[in-house]
């Protein structure tokens, strides 16, 4: 098939672009001619409140991308919209996540000659959405053809939503293999505690992701546990010093190190390889793309049950699953992890992402389009 592509790319960072650039190279391998179009720009200074959305390393540059897209210059659309019909493509497919980028959607989606249109539904609506973004979310996605999205509740909640549409759903693949590395070696690498076991957080740090319910529960164990925390991310706003505030109020100092900043690619398999166990302590989100980078670098996830994230991370055999919003819980779960079980939970990760790749992933979405351009 002749597919048209629009999403965030090189030199852009964060989840979705690495998402898409991983799915255009996956259906570009399956034989499909593939146009991408990128962004000139993702978001303004003002919706962006972290230090840059650019990172050169954060996914490879593709061939033949065009960068063309501001989805906050409506000015500009009219030649995107120009430059995808003249690829005469079987079927678009869009990234959805976010309302901000919901007028270029709406713009597309409006074309008179546009043909099939397969929405990849990462959030099927902004985290700690007002009403008007869900709102912009149930209008654009009413208006595709096919929704593709990375959990089996996830996509029972979209064909609640959307019961016209043809739904279906994928695990969502590690975004990149992480470097094989010896723990001990990342540990000296970071300057780690030795003699200490190593639970991390890696991502971008807003609200929803319960930081600090982690710096809580980390506060609540014995003088005596062996659990040290690393937080690894760059905060948005004015949550680098709110999380300073509490660690130091909490007394964690020794326990708990804060690396607040972006993390460049080529530092996050050393992170992955140092931790024995990776924790996010979500009160709310619809899934996580750090989980299947975690599980594949053979780590445990102890996570909260938000989301489709229970359907990669189960309760006892990869991970550990404990209620959204609740530090205690985290704590008794962190207690309860002797070395041996963790050791299981570490066996488990490697054996449940086994099979999990981007051909597979493509091969489900590849099947959909079929269907929806049938």
């Known amino acids: 098939m002749r597919l048209t592509v629009f999403g965030p790319g090189y030199p852009f960072r964060g989840g979705i672009a690495s998402t898409t650039t991983r799915l255009v190279g996956a259906l570009t391998a399956r034989g499909h001619e593939v146009l991408f179009l990128t962004p000139s720009r993702q978001y303004p200074r003002w919706l962006y409140p972290g230090i840059s959305d650019r990172d050169p390393e954060a996914c490879p540059p593709v061939a033949g991308a065009r960068p063309l897209i501001d989805p906050f210059n409506p000015v500009g659309w009219r030649r995107v919209r120009r430059t995808a019909e003249a690829h005469e493509a079987d079927a678009w497919v869009i990234p959805y996540w976010t309302s901000a980028w919901s007028g ?11 043909p099939a249109v397969v929405a990849v539904v990462h959030n099927p609506f902004d985290h700690d959405a007002r009403p008007w973004q869900r709102l912009a979310a149930r209008r654009v996605l009413g208006r595709c053809d096919g929704l593709f999205t990375h959990a089996a509740s996830l996509a029972r909640e979209l064909e609640h939503v959307h019961p016209t549409l043809p739904v279906a759903h994928h695990r969502l693949p590690a975004a990149a293999a992480p470097r094989p590395l010896d723990r001990g070696g990342a540990r000296a690498e970071l300057g ?43 905060p948005w706003g004015g949550l680098a010093d709110r999380l300073r505030r509490q660690a130091a109020s909490l007394g964690l100092e020794g326990r708990v190190r804060l690396d607040l900043g972006w993390v460049p690619e080529g530092r996050v398999g050393t992170l992955l390889a140092a931790a024995d166990l990776l924790v996010l302590p979500y009160r709310r989100g619809s899934q996580s793309a750090v989980a299947p980078l975690a599980l594949t670098a053979g780590l445990p996830v102890l996570s909260t049950a938000v989301g489709g994230v ?3 991370v189960v309760d006892g055999d990869n991970g550990i699953i404990v209620p ?51």
Request: aromatic share 8%.
């Open 192 to 234: 780690l505690p030795e003699g200490r076991r190593v639970a991390l957080f890696l991502g971008l740090i807003r609200p929803y992701k319960g930081v600090d319910l982690l710096l809580e529960a980390a506060a609540a164990l014995p003088a005596a546990s062996d659990w040290f925390f690393l937080v690894a991310g760059e």
């Open 104 to 114: 270029l959607w709406s713009y597309l989606l409006g074309a008179d000659r546009r």
């Open 324 to 374: 959204p919003g609740d530090a205690a819980a985290i704590t008794a779960a962190l207690e309860r992890l002797d070395p041996d079980r963790l050791a299981r939970l570490a066996e488990g990760a490697r054996r449940s992402v086994a099979g999990l790749d981007w051909d597979d992933y493509a091969s489900v979405l590849e099947e959909l389009i079929g269907r929806v351009v049938r």
């Open 310 to 312: 229970p359907e990669l």
